[in-house]
């Protein structure tokens, strides 16, 4: 437990050398962080797509959303 809590912290350190986060950076972890939890929460609900698909998906329904505006 003491080398996870260890391993934590040196994580946390390590964002914290990196504030504050560019425009750029804040983008790619909302992106990532979404993608993650979608396919997270749609695996709990039983979903078969895996983590590749549900990125492509979300991915594409992005586009096709910046492409109509």
Known sequence: ???LL???HQ????L???RP??????KNL???YDIQLTYNSNAIEGSTLT???TKLI???????????A
């Open 11 to 14: 994580k946390k350190e390590q």
């Open 16 to 18: 914290d050398r990196s």
């Open 30 to 32: 909302k992106n990532v």
């Open 51 to 53: 983590h590749s698909e």
């Open 58 to 68: 979300l991915n594409v329904r992005v586009l096709q959303l910046v492409v109509r």
């Open 1 to 3: 437990m003491q080398k």
């Open 21 to 26: 986060l560019s425009d750029a950076q804040l």
């Open 6 to 8: 260890d391993l934590i």
